[in-house]
């Protein structure tokens, strides 16, 4: 089993939907929990980023952590083509990077 | 500001052969960072620099080394290239220490190893 697990995808959703993107994970010293957005050809950005239990909201986008469960949430409201992307989630028992630990992503499409 | 830029975008190279990727990291930051991303593992941490020592490494052979610069530039070197090395190699740049609200990446580096 690996460490990160996310829905595989691709995700493909009308615009002005609600988009759930998930990931489960198996270390309970994760404490750090972030989302990452990545266009095609492009390297990832941060979009969210979250410190133990709960959630946090910016604009359209919700992070949500569910430690007793080992399972966070990005939710994205009234969604765009231009949210077309591979969304990944990652997550560290640490602040310093070098202990991330990535999912493996989820396409997701957003269709005119 | 410019972002992190990496080059060569592309590089097609076939087993055996060595390749050097390179990096600029964003005016100021002194922290390097490199990963590689495939389908099948995702986006895995190979080491990271900071002012010209590498401070931390991630779970690859020997084959995988870097250096940085004293302008912070950072170059990535894999020797005797194996099909599975093909992957997009992405760094990231920080401004002094490594936090996850802080590291750019760069558009990363298509390798092919044929």
């Known amino acids: 089993q690996k460490e990160v697990e996310q829905d595989p995808g691709p995700l493909s959703v009308p615009e002005g939907a609600i988009v759930s993107l998930n990931c489960t994970y198996s270390?309970?010293?994760?404490?750090?929990f972030m989302w990452y957005r990545q266009y095609s050809r492009k390297g990832p950005e941060l979009l969210m980023y979250?410190?133990?239990?709960g959630n946090k909201e910016d604009g359209r986008f919700t992070a949500q952590v569910d430690k007793s469960s080992k399972y966070i949430s990005l939710f994205i409201r009234d969604s765009q083509p231009s949210d077309s992307a591979t969304y990944l989630c990652?997550?560290?028992?640490?602040?310093?990077?070098?202990?991330?630990?990535f999912g493996p992503g989820t396409r997701l499409s957003v269709l005119p | 500001k410019a972002g992190v830029t990496q080059t060569p975008r592309y590089l097609i190279k076939t087993r055996g052969q060595q390749v050097t990727l390179s990096c600029s990291p964003i005016?100021?930051?002194?922290?390097v960072s490199w990963y590689q991303q495939t389908p099948g593992q995702g986006l895995q941490f190979l080491f990271e620099?900071?002012?010209?020592?590498?401070?931390n490494k991630g779970n690859f052979p020997g084959r995988f080394s870097g250096r940085q610069f004293s302008n912070s530039r950072s170059e990535m070197n894999v020797s005797t290239l194996e099909l599975g090395d093909s992957a997009l190699y992405l760094c990231?740049?920080?401004?002094?220490?490594?936090?996850?609200?802080?590291?750019?990446f760069g558009p990363g580096t298509r390798l092919t190893v044929l």
């Open positions: 990652a997550m560290s028992g640490t602040h310093y990077g070098q202990n991330f630990v």
């Open positions: 005016s100021g930051h002194r922290s």
């Open positions: 990231a740049s920080s401004p002094r220490d490594l936090g996850y609200n802080e590291q750019f």
């Open positions: 620099y900071f002012s010209e020592t590498q401070r």
């Open positions: 270390n309970s010293a994760f404490q750090y």
């Open positions: 979250t410190y133990s239990s």
